[in-house]
């Protein structure tokens, strides 16, 4: 069921008055119904991969509870490989098993031997890689006692399911989430409200900003080698507005939709395109993951501490498999790679812990050096962007090598169709509102807090007008994918 469709629009109102009108005050009453509710959202795809979330929940509630029984060190560790085992196996089968096997008979192929092996014609479930890094870090926790494993075998499989963020994040923590499941939700029309803004924001970045963009997305990169690089540039800067606010556009209306139903979701998004160099920039995109990775990959592997050659060992093995974690294609692991790259420099000179603060502090616009910084920043950024939307890595480098021809100070192709235009001024809508909020959970709260009553609720009605008149409807989420 995707947020921007008409069952979405069906369901959720539903569910909230059921929520708060009809079902008993009691909090486990009200977790049987959002169960039921994520399962049937969850299952509106494909019913069959209902079984595969239930037995992941069930396997790694077991194990929390074994892992507090047992006191023999040796045992606990068993408990939990058998955890990372299953739960990364069934990832690695559904998600990159092919992605194995053809690497495996090109490299083969490569020295002159020839092979074959079956490639697996299966459906990859969506959002697999989202609830199995959710229901293993709470195995890897109670593992280490940061956490108490829970005996609400009810609360564990809302944790692992809520279906606001069950198929694209935020990738929450049980130690911030699995308590919200054991009490009471009572209605809190302050928390709500703000949810219904998350959401619109949402809404607006995702249907109007993304989905424009993606039509010239598509267009440009099938066709770039019949395009002009001032086109191909058009294009890559157009997929960077795409990749965030389709992907911060749905973690803002599942934060949203969680607050309507009494549960708060940490940030995931905190304006990355105003960061002023690489690892400003990953502490502000996809928050939850690039915490997960540092918490159960970097730190593990040894993290800052030791010689430079084992950290920059580190860096470039969490960059990469954060690329790996995207997709099951050489393209995703060169994206990480090219971060880890840019990131490298800032390690050395030990300017990675920098701009702690956000971009313009107390002030109306940020200072020159800011500026610079930060478009250097987005064009790094976006340059790298080719390798994540090109089909193969050789493809990536032409790409890139036409925008640096001389065709780069032609005129863009499409740029003053209408639809563009649009486009465009959706953008630099974004980019305003964006930078006025950029020190609030999500840019809205700035609206609410700083303009007057009937203004504000006249941007509301804007925003809904422009999503009901430039909005696309129905075009699936880029993240459901991974």
Not at 198 to 224: E, H, P, S
């Amino acid at each position: 069921m995707l947020f921007n469709s008409l069952e979405f629009a069906v369901f959720l109102p539903l569910i909230f008055l059921l929520y708060w009108f009809l079902v008993p005050k009691r909090a486990r009453y009200q977790n049987i119904l959002l169960l039921i509710s994520s399962y049937i959202f969850y299952g509106w795809w494909d019913w069959r991969f209902l079984i595969l979330i239930f037995c992941s929940s069930i396997l790694d509630y077991a194990i929390g509870i074994q892992l507090q029984q047992n006191t023999r060190k040796k045992e606990r560790k068993a408990l939990l490989w058998l955890s990372i085992t299953v739960n990364i196996g069934v990832l690695v089968l559904f998600k990159y098993y092919n992605f194995f096997a053809e690497s495996f008979v090109d490299a083969f192929t490569l020295f002159g031997a020839s092979m074959s092996i079956d490639s697996l014609d299966i459906i990859l479930p969506v959002g697999i890689s989202f609830y199995t890094f959710q229901s293993l870090s709470y195995s890897i926790d109670v593992y280490q006692r940061r956490l108490e494993p829970t005996q609400d075998w009810l609360s564990f499989l809302c944790y692992v399911s809520f279906f606001p963020q069950l198929v694209a994040g935020p990738i929450e923590r049980a130690k911030n989430l699995l308590p919200q499941f054991y009490k009471l939700r009572k209605f809190n029309y302050s928390q709500a409200s703000d949810g219904m803004r998350q959401m619109l924001w949402g809404f607006f970045k995702k249907m109007v900003v993304a989905d424009n963009c993606a039509r010239y997305v598509n267009l440009i990169f099938d066709g770039a080698n019949e395009l002009s690089g001032s086109t191909l540039l058009l294009g890559a800067l157009l997929f960077s507005f795409q990749i965030y606010c389709d992907f911060s556009g749905y973690s803002d209306i599942a934060i949203g939709s969680a607050k309507l139903f009494g549960f708060d979701f940490k940030q995931n998004f905190a304006v990355p395109y105003f960061s002023r160099n690489i690892a400003e920039f990953w502490r502000r995109w996809h928050m939850s993951l690039s915490t997960w990775f540092r918490d159960y990959l970097y730190i593990p592997l040894g993290g800052s501490q030791g010689s430079t050659i084992y950290v920059l060992r580190n860096i470039f093995i969490i960059f990469m498999v954060s690329g790996f974690w995207h997709g099951a294609n050489w393209t995703f692991i060169f994206w990480g790679f090219t971060h880890a790259l840019f990131f490298v420099p800032l390690f050395l000179f030990k300017t990675n812990r920098n701009y702690l603060d956000i971009a313009g502090q107390d002030r109306m616009l940020p200072s020159l050096k800011e500026l610079c910084s930060i478009l250097f920043t987005f064009t790094l950024v976006t340059l790298a962007w080719v390798f994540f939307r090109a089909e193969t890595i050789s493809e990536a480098f032409a790409y890139l090598k036409t925008i640096a021809s001389p065709s780069l100070l032609s005129q863009p192709s499409f740029i003053f169709e209408s639809k563009m235009v649009f486009s465009l001024f959706f953008i630099a809508m974004l980019v305003v509102i964006d930078w006025l909020g950029r020190e609030y959970e999500h840019s809205l709260i700035y609206i609410h807090k700083k303009l007057s009553k009937p203004l504000r609720y006249g941007f509301y009605y804007l925003l809904a007008m422009i999503i009901f008149l430039f909005g696309v409807k129905d075009e699936p989420f880029i993240y459901f994918q991974f």
